[in-house]
């Protein structure tokens, strides 16, 4: 195993962006030289999230090969926080990195320097020398980056999401930087623009939302792919204080080395098991997860009938999209990604379903472009669908389905919420009406899909 394999998928996705003319071991040497210093004191990292943020960031970072270095105090974790196994934060940031891309680590630091791009968290008091620098903040339900000289509030929350959504938009910026360096003769505006760094942004979601119950029980939980969106939304579940479910995770496939540059809750040591046992290890008491290696399709539907009232689908073909909506789940969220744009999506009854935003199964059959920040931008967003409609607040019909093109949050088309039409060509009935000549019945689907 080494870096070239783990991160050939993130190589073949910066190929949207490099010339033909430089050679792969070229982009990852890109990325292997790239620094990443993450500062933070006792205070901003008493609360989850801002234990979440940091956890995620590095992740992220090592994902695509860039080093970290680790400017704060070894706080003991606050609450979950997997994929660590140590009971202190930066040590297990430590440990994680052996166990992920080879030859990429992280390490504790005590200053940044000039070639680092600095996130400092909160209101974390901070002056040394660094490439580029930011601050990281956010609440309950929204994250964002700052300029490093601008006030900012400090971390006080403990449900996870605004840490996520901070620590996913500053993991754009390491890879943009390395990607950069290799694009500067080319001269081209849309690449010039789509790689420049992000000054100040913030995303939102849960608009006028707050809080989280004490506890919240989902029952079943059916999570269709072990693939990384869905890893990726478990690993953001799996962080909320009191969040129970009874998971089901659908996945056939064995882990592999490219896997490590997306998946943020696998290790090295798990190449070669199967997916769905390898993210049985992270289950809570609360928040089992059952492993089912099997492929979700009409012949073991018999083994998962009935379906839960909770459904993620994260594969990236289509007929599993409609294969689920066809057994009409009270709830159903999608995430797809192609290249840098993700398209997730959730569907109840009286809304258009999946088939509606799906009409034409494309039989893709590739390896897939891929970097870290994109698959878990997709897996965020699901996740946070699924809670939001847990507490009685989905999203509204407006803003059933969602566009995001994260290179680049502070442009205003960046985030484009729409909702979803009936389609005439759907494959599936899935509304409560009665199927029109041009849609199929759930059997019929169960027979083709």
């Excluded at 934060?89 to 320097?113: K, N, T, W, Y």
């Excluded at 002056?127 to 930011?134: E, I, K, L, Q, Y």
């Excluded at 998971?247 to 998946?263: C, F, K």
């Excluded at 909702?419 to 019929?444: K, L, Y």
Aim: charged share 20%.
């Amino acid at each position: 195993m080494n870096a070239s394999e783990a991160l050939s998928r993130t190589v073949l996705l910066s190929r949207d962006f490099v010339d033909d003319g430089l050679g792969d071991e070229e982009i990852v040497a890109a990325l292997l030289d790239t620094n990443v210093c993450i500062v933070a004191d006792e205070i901003n990292l008493h609360f989850g999230a801002g234990q979440s943020a940091v956890v995620t960031l590095a992740t992220l970072c090592l994902a695509m090969g860039a080093s970290v270095k680790l400017a704060f105090p070894d706080v003991e974790t606050a609450g979950f926080q997997p994929p660590l196994t140590e009971a202190f934060l930066r040590r297990g940031i430590i440990e994680l990195s052996r166990d992920r891309i080879p030859g990429v680590f992280a390490r504790a630091a005590i200053q940044s320097s000039s070639r680092d791009l600095v996130f400092v968290l909160g209101d974390t008091p901070w002056h040394g020398p660094a490439h580029t620098a930011w601050r990281l903040y956010g609440s309950d339900w929204v994250g964002g980056l700052a300029p490093i000289d601008a006030p900012v509030a400090r971390w006080v929350s403990e449900l996870p999401f605004g840490g996520l959504v901070a620590a996913v938009m500053a993991a754009d910026e390491p890879y943009k930087f390395a990607i950069r360096k290799l694009v500067a003769k080319q001269k081209l505006s849309f690449v010039e623009q789509q790689l420049a760094p992000v000054q100040e942004a913030a995303f939102s979601l849960a608009p006028n939302t707050t809080g989280l119950p004490v506890e919240l029980e989902l029952g079943t939980l059916d999570i269709v792919s072990g693939g990384a969106i869905t890893t990726s939304a478990l690993h953001c579940l799996l962080r909320v204080p009191g969040l129970g479910a009874k998971a089901r995770l659908i996945e056939p496939d064995i882990a592999e080395i490219s896997n490590l540059n997306r998946y943020p809750l696998l290790r090295r040591r798990e190449v070669g098991q199967p997916k769905a046992e390898a993210l049985q290890r992270w289950q809570s008491p609360g928040f089992s997860i059952e492993p089912k290696v099997f492929a979700f399709a009409p012949s073991k539907l018999s083994d998962l009938e009935p379906l839960g009232n909770w459904v993620i689908v994260g594969t990236d073909a289509i007929p599993p999209r409609w294969l689920a909506q066809s057994q009409k789940p009270a709830w159903l969220g999608i995430g797809a990604t192609a290249h840098f744009l993700t398209l997730t999506s959730e569907h109840r009854a009286g809304l258009g379903c999946a088939g509606c935003l799906h009409p034409t199964d494309d039989g893709l059959n590739a390896v897939i472009p891929t970097v870290s920040f994109v698959s878990y931008w997709a897996g965020l967003l699901v996740a946070s669908r699924l809670v939001l409609a847990a507490m009685g607040k989905p999203a509204a019909p407006e803003r059933q389905a969602l566009n995001l093109w994260p290179l680049r949050l502070d442009l205003p088309r960046s985030a484009i919420w729409q909702p979803v039409r009936r389609n005439p060509t759907c494959p599936i009935d899935g509304s409560d009406t009665t199927p029109t000549p041009r849609n199929r019945t759930a059997a019929e689907i169960r027979a083709v899909a």
